[in-house]
């Protein structure tokens, strides 16, 4: 069983900094990708950022600029550096982590961290 435990969400208010973690333990041979997605009220879940096992990142055309993704892969941990963040910024922002566990597909999600960015 694989767990993600997010930490670092809070209330900010715009212009401000947060740094979100999430940290991967379990049963994981491999890992892919690890990425940030975010869901605000009445919206649909939406990719914010993702990273490779080699360091690769692609992010959301909202955040490019402002948002910066990295990972510890000794400690299988990925961080999300928020920078100049925006009231629209605002939602519940959940963990994911894509990899293999042996010859079996993993696609396990955190519990998700609220970040509320007031104007």
């Known amino acids: 069983q694989v767990q993600l435990v997010e930490s670092g969400g809070g209330l900010v208010q715009a212009g401000g900094s947060l740094r979100l973690s999430c940290a991967a333990s379990?049963?994981?041979?491999?890992?892919?990708?690890m990425g940030w997605y975010r869901q605000a009220p009445g919206k649909q879940r939406e990719l914010v950022a993702i990273i490779t096992n080699v360091g690769g990142t692609n992010y959301a055309d909202s955040v490019k600029g402002r948002f910066t993704i990295s990972r510890d892969n000794s400690k299988n941990t990925v961080y999300l550096q928020m920078n100049s963040l925006k009231p629209e910024d605002t939602a519940v922002y959940f963990c994911?982590?894509?990899?293999?566990?042996?010859?079996?597909?993993?696609?396990?999600w955190g519990q998700g961290t609220l970040v509320t960015v007031s104007s």
């Open positions: 994911n982590l894509k990899g293999r566990k042996y010859f079996q597909t993993l696609d396990a």
């Open positions: 379990g049963s994981i041979s491999s890992i892919n990708y």
